[in-house]
C-alpha cells in the first residue's frame, strides 16, 4: 500500500504569509495527488486534485505541484478563514487510497 | 445542490452492528462512484469503502475488510455500510463521499469533490 506523508504535522504563521505544505509519497503516484481543508467539526473540502488544478471556486491563492512522489500546498498570501488542517491523498490505480496525517495550520 | 446527508450513528457495544446511510440529492446518484471515510476522534483521515456506480465494483480497507459492507439503492439515492463486529478503533466519524473522475492528458483523476457532514460512531462498553 502507498504511504503519505505530510510535513510538517502543525505550522503557526500570520496573517498576510506565504505558506507551503509537503506531501511525499511512498512510491511514484504521478499527479494523482488531492489536497483537502478541513475546520474543526467540519467535512473535509476539496481544494486541488491531480496535483495542481484548483477545484471550482476555490480562492486563486491556493496552488499544488510535484508529481512523482513529492507534492507541495502553497498558500500565497494567508487570510483568517485558511486557518485549518490540510490532508493530502493519493488516488493512484485502484484503493486501497490513502491520505497523509495532516498539517494543521495556526495563527502565530 | 449536491447534498450528502449521514445517519444510523450511534452506540454501540464492542461486537455489535450497526447501518450507516447516506441520503444523496441534487445530482443523477446512479452515475457516480461514492465512498466511505472515517476519522477518528481528533485523528486523520482513512479512507474505508468504494463502490461504483452500478454496484458492480467494490473495494475495502483492510481494517473493515469481511466486518463492513457497502451497498446502494440507486432507485432511492441512497448509499450504506453495514458494520458488524465492531470494535473499540473503529470509534470515528464516518463520511460518505461522492467521487469524481476527471478525464485529460489521457489520465483519469479520481477526487472526492462533496462530502456529507458525518455521523459519529462510538464503540464502546
Known amino acids: 500500500d502507498i504511504q503519505m506523508t505530510q510535513s510538517p504535522s502543525s505550522l503557526s504563521a500570520s496573517v498576510g504569509d506565504r505558506v507551503t505544505i509537503t506531501c511525499r509519497a511512498s512510491?511514484?503516484?504521478?499527479?494523482?495527488l488531492n489536497w483537502y481543508q478541513q475546520k474543526p467539526g467540519k467535512a473535509p473540502k476539496l481544494l486541488i486534485y491531480?496535483?495542481?488544478s484548483l477545484q471550482s471556486g476555490v480562492p486563486s491563492r491556493f496552488s499544488g505541484s510535484g508529481s512523482g512522489t513529492d507534492f507541495t500546498l502553497t498558500i500565497s498570501s494567508l487570510q483568517p478563514e485558511d486557518f485549518a488542517t490540510y490532508y493530502c491523498?493519493?488516488?493512484?490505480?485502484?484503493?486501497?487510497?490513502?491520505f497523509g496525517q495532516g498539517t494543521k495550520l495556526e495563527i502565530k | 445542490e449536491v447534498q450528502l446527508v449521514e445517519s444510523g450513528g450511534g452506540l454501540v457495544q464492542p461486537g455489535g452492528s450497526l447501518r450507516l446511510s447516506c441520503a444523496a440529492s441534487?445530482?443523477?446518484?446512479?452515475?457516480?462512484?461514492m465512498n466511505w471515510v472515517r476519522q477518528a476522534p481528533g485523528k486523520g483521515l482513512e479512507w474505508v469503502s468504494y463502490?461504483?456506480?452500478?454496484?458492480?465494483?467494490?473495494y475495502y480497507a483492510d481494517s473493515v475488510k469481511g466486518r463492513f459492507t457497502i451497498s446502494r439503492d440507486n432507485a432511492k439515492n441512497s448509499l450504506y455500510l453495514q458494520m458488524n463486529s465492531l470494535r473499540a478503533e473503529d470509534t470515528a466519524v464516518y463520511y460518505c463521499?461522492?467521487?469524481?473522475?476527471?478525464?485529460?492528458?489521457?489520465?483519469?483523476?479520481?477526487?472526492?469533490?462533496?462530502w456529507g457532514q458525518g455521523t459519529l460512531v462510538t464503540v464502546s462498553s
Open positions: 512510491q511514484s503516484i504521478s499527479s494523482y
Open positions: 463521499a461522492r467521487a469524481v473522475i476527471n478525464y485529460y492528458d489521457s489520465s483519469g483523476y479520481y477526487y472526492f469533490d462533496y
Open positions: 491523498q493519493q488516488s493512484y490505480s485502484t484503493p486501497p487510497w490513502s
Open positions: 463502490i461504483s456506480s452500478s454496484g458492480s465494483t467494490i
Open positions: 441534487g445530482f443523477t446518484f446512479s452515475s457516480y462512484e
Open positions: 491531480a496535483a495542481s
